[in-house]
């Protein structure tokens, strides 16, 4: 089964950047569909963006224009946040699976496997 190693994580102000990255153990280029999604301290996981394996990507409305998600042709997964707000922080995810297709890539009960998280710090 393949590993997800999330990095890049860590503490900006508001109106600051952050890139994410998300290594697979495997290639997961067209193989799989990969999302990043987050998780603030009492609330559950939500989506931040996807993209399925056939490389569209989706993004909620909350970081529509301010992140990109994106894949290199091999097995890294990318998170780029500009304009973060103290909302935007929280655990963030990278999650794979090689089944789930369209609008269930926004669901993470969707995904088999999921990396550990790198926190995200958003300060006013």
């Known amino acids: 089964q393949v590993q997800l190693v999330e990095s890049g994580g860590g503490s900006v102000q508001a109106g600051g950047s952050l890139g994410l990255s998300c290594a697979a153990s495997?290639?997961?280029?067209?193989?799989?569909?990969m999302g990043w999604f987050r998780q603030a301290p009492g609330k559950g996981r939500e989506w931040v963006a996807v993209?399925?394996?056939?490389?569209?990507t989706t993004y909620a409305d909350s970081v529509k224009g301010r992140f990109t998600i994106s894949r290199d042709n091999e097995n890294t997964l990318y998170l780029q946040m500009s304009s973060l707000k103290p909302e935007d922080s929280g655990m963030y995810y990278c999650?794979?699976?090689?089944?789930?297709?369209?609008?269930?890539?926004?669901?993470?009960?969707?995904?088999?496997?999921w990396g550990q998280g790198t926190q995200v710090t958003v300060s006013s």
């Open positions: 999650a794979a699976d090689q089944l789930i297709r369209g609008q269930y890539c926004n669901f993470p009960d969707q995904y088999n496997y």
């Open positions: 495997e290639y997961t280029y067209k193989m799989y569909s």
């Open positions: 993209m399925p394996r056939d490389g569209s």
